[in-house]
């Protein structure tokens, strides 16, 4: 897998997450005949990303479902991203997450050739930094982001609080450090971390899911807080 960092991008995303400060998970693009692209992505609750998109004259036919904790959104750009000279040197794309105009893009490589004409697009496009390579696990090992239902930024985030002593007694790591380790800011850490965990513990109890009434708070403070 290889991980590549693009700055500088002008693209819609780039430039609404830029502007609003919505971090926003995005899957791979399908670009179609006539240069334009098709866009599948999801962000936090934010009327400030969807008001910006609907002023961009770049996207067209805009729809936003609304999931309960997240906005899942559709649309046509007219405007290409800088991914998309990855994608034509032959980079596959697994997941984009955009954040103040940056993007981070996850995917694979296939083969010696395919790898040279990536790195040769990379160093002639503005702004693509590689970030990290690091290798494909096998088939038989299901993924855990697949297997606990969590997106790739979650289990990411998660790998990293683990591997930086984020969960250990005393903490080993702050928030604000595994933040900075991941390139990202500290609240969308937090953001993805508190994600996964929701999703992971309504797994393991999924009879406290159903029936939330069983479970009455205390209305105590155990005092724990994102970051000491």
């Not at 936003?64 to 649309?75: F, L, T």
Request: charged share 25%; aromatic share 8%.
């Amino acid at each position: 897998m290889t991980e590549f960092r693009i700055e500088g991008d002008d693209c819609p995303l780039a430039d609404a997450t830029r502007s609003t400060g919505t971090t926003v998970d995005v899957a791979p693009p399908l670009m179609r005949s006539d240069g334009n692209v098709l866009l599948r992505f999801s962000s936090a609750l934010s009327d400030d990303l969807t008001a910006w998109l609907d002023e961009d004259d770049r996207i067209r036919y805009l729809y936003k479902s609304d999931n309960g904790d997240r906005y899942n959104y559709r649309c046509l750009s007219l405007h290409p991203c800088v991914v998309h000279e990855l994608i034509s040197g032959g980079f596959m794309v697994e997941s984009i997450i955009y954040q103040d105009g940056s993007a981070i893009v996850t995917g694979a490589v296939v083969g010696h050739e395919i790898m040279r004409a990536v790195m040769e697009t990379t160093s002639e496009t503005v702004g693509v930094k590689l970030e990290r390579v690091y290798a494909l696990r096998g088939e038989e090992e299901r993924s855990i982001a697949k297997q606990w239902d969590l997106t790739p930024a979650q289990e990411e985030s998660l790998r990293y609080a683990v591997a930086m002593g984020y969960f250990t007694v005393p903490r080993e790591a702050t928030a604000s450090e595994v933040a900075a380790e991941m390139g990202i800011s500290k609240s969308a850490f937090i953001e993805r971390l508190h994600r996964a965990q929701h999703s992971l513990l309504m797994q393991l109890f999924p009879d406290i899911a159903d029936r939330p009434d069983r479970i009455r708070s205390s209305g105590t403070d155990d005092g724990i807080t994102d970051d000491n």
